[in-house]
């Protein structure tokens, strides 16, 4: 069951909306899945489910919400062979950031957005 294509490293789209390779080092190759459809239908179900007012419509305290930050720093660990495995971020959470009241529909042209929770809510 073949369910990736083989890159050679990533293309990402910067500040200006370039968009930039960022390729492996040499040797090194990796696989790339397509599942974008199936992570976003993924999402879009858990923020209905557990999103404040997820449940009969009365706010409660969310389960998952959703953030915007800047990642500082990427978390590895050393590997026999020279090589280093990414294993998690630490990041800068943006205070600015205000969650879309529908962030999954594609649809809503609103811009409507709903309040952040502060840590004393």
């Known amino acids: 069951l073949d369910v990736g294509s083989m890159c050679e490293g990533y293309v990402v789209q910067n500040d200006a909306k370039d968009w930039v390779q960022l390729p492996f080092r040499s040797g090194f190759h990796g696989v790339s899945f397509h599942f974008g459809d199936f992570v976003q239908k993924l999402r879009s179900h858990v923020w209905k489910r557990y999103s404040r007012g997820a449940v009969g419509g009365e706010l409660v305290q969310p389960v998952v919400e959703m953030i915007e930050g800047t990642v500082t720093t990427v978390l590895t660990e050393s590997l026999p ?13 943006n205070s600015d950031y205000h969650t879309p009241v529908n962030p999954f529909d594609l649809s809503d042209k609103s811009g409507a957005t709903l309040p952040i929770r502060s840590d004393n809510e």
């Open 81 to 93: 062979g020279g090589m280093e495995r990414a294993y998690g971020i630490k990041y800068m959470r």
